[in-house]
């Protein structure tokens, strides 16, 4: 029922920008607090952004300033658009919900991957 599918990735020289995008369906996307994490190679998942349904954002210390997170309510749609892009940005991105007490729900996408190089 729940589909994530996440575009837009791709190879990047390092100062580049990239648009992601998160194609949601079977959430009642509106009402649900969105959220973008990524996973480097041997690394653990970690929030990069996250936007509320009221549309208030927060991002993780290590992309403020470079990355803004959005919504198109009217499409289903979350983005991330990231902008000055370094190597240690490279992951595979993935987009997910917020279910209950602060914990995304365990519903995860192929991911998109971004590759920065130097």
């Known amino acids: 029922q729940v589909q994530l599918v996440e575009s837009g990735g791709g190879l990047v020289q390092a100062g580049g920008s990239l648009r992601l995008s998160c194609a949601a369906s079977g959430i009642i996307f509106s009402t649900k607090t969105m959220t973008w994490y990524r996973q480097a190679p041997g690394k653990q998942r970690e929030l990069v952004a996250q936007?509320?349904?009221?549309?208030?954002?927060d991002y993780a210390d290590s992309v403020k300033g470079r990355f803004t997170i959005s919504r198109d309510n009217a499409k289903n749609t979350l983005y991330l658009q990231m902008n000055s892009l370094k190597s240690e940005d490279t992951a595979v991105y993935y987009c997910n919900y917020v279910r209950m007490w602060g914990q995304v729900s365990g519903y995860w996408g192929q991911g998109t991957q971004v590759t920065v190089s130097s």
């Open positions: 936007i509320t349904s009221g549309g208030s954002t």
